[in-house]
């Protein structure tokens, strides 16, 4: 794709490498930049000749912040895409594997965009949390499905609702990172899991992910994530909601009210 602004694509081979290319902001996503995800996506799923994806962020020093709240507080709203926090998250029908190579920071959506990856590789630099609830928000594009699903409640629960920040190893250890590198092996070691993933059938990797994208069915992913969307909405009409973007932007503690 020519035309991105966001974000920058190279193939290799059977290989689409994907940067979000934000990092004069950490990579945060806005709305314009869910809209351009959703389109490289969906140009990814149509190629048959394109069969894995490596996800980063461009710099050192984030994946993705997630939500850009200063977007937000400017009273950004371009809705998102159907397919969801950066194209990816609400999006069900992929049947092509994708490898988040986390580099530094993934917080809030860009910790649930890596969520929503296959496989996640991570920096030993790497940190992960789900801070909503430290800005009037929550996990509502798919951390709290996921990360439950992934790891289990009890330990979700306790991420959920604490925002605390992860490293890369206790990442590992909770069970939703399946390898930590040198931040200077990172991408060589997602490229060579791509290639060792685009080695195989691809046939037996569709039928493999159309099998797990069932089990989410059965498990009414869908049906939940919908319903996350619908609670935000709500949340979006409280003063928290209101106080906790605005916190962020004046880089003030909150005050919260309950109401």
Not at 63 to 83: C, E, H, I, V
Not at 132 to 146: H, I, L
């Amino acid at each position: 794709m020519s035309d991105l602004e966001f974000c920058t694509t190279r193939r290799e081979g059977r290989v689409l490498v994907v940067t979000m290319n934000r990092p004069d902001v950490m990579n945060a996503v806005h709305a314009p930049m869910h809209h351009e995800m959703s389109r490289i996506w969906d140009d990814f799923a149509a190629d048959p000749d394109l069969w894995v994806a490596v996800l980063t962020g461009a710099g050192e020093r984030a994946f993705s912040a997630g939500n850009d709240l200063k977007y937000t507080a400017q009273g950004g709203r371009m809705k998102p895409p159907a397919s969801g926090f950066a194209g990816l998250t609400s999006r069900m029908d992929l049947e092509k594997p994708i490898i988040a190579a986390v580099n530094g920071v993934a917080m809030g959506g860009g910790f649930e965009t890596a969520l929503a990856c296959d496989i996640i590789l991570a920096s030993s630099t790497a940190t992960f949390a789900l801070p909503e609830p430290k800005v009037g928000f929550f996990a509502a594009t798919g951390g709290v499905q996921r990360l439950t699903r992934q790891i289990g409640r009890k330990p979700a629960v306790d991420l959920l609702l604490t925002g605390r920040k992860v490293s890369a190893e206790e990442g590992q250890r909770l069970g939703f990172v399946n390898e930590v590198f040198a931040p200077d092996e990172l991408m060589a070691k997602a490229m060579e899991k791509a290639n060792e993933i685009a080695s195989v059938s691809p046939s037996s990797i569709r039928a493999t992910l159309r099998v797990l994208r069932h089990m989410d069915d059965m498990d009414n992913l869908r049906t939940s994530l919908l319903y996350s969307r619908q609670v935000l909405m709500d949340l979006r009409e409280t003063e928290d909601f209101a106080e906790g973007v605005n916190a962020f932007v004046e880089k003030r503690k909150p005050e919260w009210k309950n109401r």
